[in-house]
């Protein structure tokens, strides 16, 4: 819950869930970690919820941490560094799926197709293929419409 | 995630949880009035986490204002206020029960049963039945510890 703070909601029904409880900056990363395929603190900075490098620094340094995710270096860019989810921060998609389920149900704004929502199985291995079906399909609405 | 302020956990797997990923009390509110079967304000106060009553009041303010709660008087004591959740608020339970599993499994020093943890199973009438009584035997649990 936001607290008074106006802020613009992404479409995402994660971003929405979040709205209604708590700090989302945390959830949102893992969510693209786990359903964006995103690797490099580039590609983090550049999900459509926009977040401030000082917040997402903080956020993957604590998450790093608390044993969530890893840093390494990239083997394609030994420069590079990546993140990379363990089995214990990976354990959060049920989570991020229940939350994508309610938000894709209750707000009227979301960019997730219904047919996602409702073909949100409990099969896992179908239900992750889905949802990154889905994350993408809700990135190229907004790009779509950014462009307009 | 906390974010550096020190805090005690409760035990419970979803304020374990809730540790990681933001402003907890929401879904602990939500928590209680879920699985907790509470609808006083004094009932919500008695919780192990300790909510402050002014940002109680703030929190049982918005859920309102978001429409995931009713506020109204009490049937049986038109003097007393009584909170309840709505459809969209109660539609939040998978949510919950995801975050039970994530913290029951990954949390070393959770109250909660492991039978609970792994007896959730996806039909939700059982489930919660499950989580309810899950529930309950943790507060028998905290409130023994306390005695001793």
Same mark, same amino acid.
């Given at each position: *819950?936001s607290?008074?703070?106006?802020r613009r909601l992404s479409g995402c029904p994660i971003d929405y869930a979040l709205d209604f409880f708590?700090?989302r900056w945390?959830l949102l990363?893992?969510r693209d970690?786990?359903?964006?395929?995103?690797?490099?603190?580039?590609?983090? *900075?550049?999900s459509p919820e926009r977040i401030?490098?000082?917040?997402?620094?903080?956020?993957?340094?604590?998450?790093?941490?608390?044993?969530?995710?890893?840093?390494?270096?990239?083997?394609?860019?030994?420069?590079?560094?990546?993140?990379?989810?363990?089995?214990?921060?990976?354990?959060?998609?049920?989570?991020l799926?229940?939350m994508v389920?309610w938000g894709g149900?209750?707000d009227?704004n979301s960019l997730c197709?219904?047919?996602?929502?409702?073909?949100?199985?409990?099969?896992?291995?179908?239900?992750?293929?889905? *949802?990154?079906?889905?994350m993408?399909?809700a990135?190229?609405?907004v790009?779509?419409?950014?462009?307009?």
């Amino acid at each position: *819950m936001s607290d008074g703070r106006k802020r613009r909601l992404s479409g995402c029904p994660i971003d929405y869930a979040l709205d209604f409880f708590g700090d989302r900056w945390t959830l949102l990363v893992i969510r693209d970690l786990l359903f964006g395929g995103k690797r490099h603190f580039k590609e983090l *900075m550049e999900s459509p919820e926009r977040i401030a490098s000082n917040i997402l620094t903080a956020r993957l340094k604590k998450l790093e941490e608390r044993g969530l995710i890893e840093r390494r270096s990239d083997p394609d860019n030994r420069k590079q560094v990546i993140y990379t989810l363990t089995d214990k921060g990976r354990d959060l998609a049920p989570v991020l799926v229940e939350m994508v389920r309610w938000g894709g149900r209750h707000d009227p704004n979301s960019l997730c197709p219904k047919s996602v929502v409702t073909r949100l199985t409990r099969d896992n291995e179908r239900l992750l293929a889905d *949802m990154r079906a889905g994350m993408a399909d809700a990135v190229r609405t907004v790009k779509a419409r950014a462009r307009r």
